[in-house]
Nanobody, 129 residues
């Protein structure tokens, strides 16, 4: 099993920044791929950014490219999502997720949400204009 504990959500005005944190525990072999997903009110859950933790390779959704950065601190077993230039449309619940994967799976699966088996409880982000 993998346990994910998220923090860092809050309220910010448009143009501001937040950094979300996800602390990973349990079987790390099942958390080689990590990701951040979000869900706005009345909408489905969408991928934001993912990271292959063995190499540090990342991929971002088109909606956040150039604004959000996913990163990791191996010593702290933590994955971060730095969100800059926040916009009202970024408002929603942000979820940390994990799954077992390898390099081939990383390349082929990309941002596919259904492949992520473990999820955090979510942390809410509100961006006001």
């Amino acid at each position: 099993q993998v346990q994910l504990v998220e923090s860092g959500g809050g309220s910010v005005q448009a143009g501001g920044s937040l950094r979300l944190s996800c602390v990973v525990s349990g079987n790390r072999d099942y958390a080689k791929c990590m990701g951040w997903f979000r869900q706005a009110p009345g909408k489905g859950r969408e991928a934001v950014a993912i990271i292959y933790t063995y190499t540090g390779d990342t991929s971002n959704s088109d909606s956040v490219k150039g604004r959000f950065t996913i990163s990791q601190d191996n010593a702290k077993n933590t994955v971060y999502l730095l969100m800059n230039d926040l916009r009202p449309e970024d408002t929603g619940m942000y979820y940390c997720a994990a799954r077992p994967c390898n390099r081939v799976m990383w390349v082929l699966d990309g941002l596919s949400r259904q492949e992520y088996a473990y999820w955090g409880q979510g942390t809410h982000v509100t961006v006001s204009s």
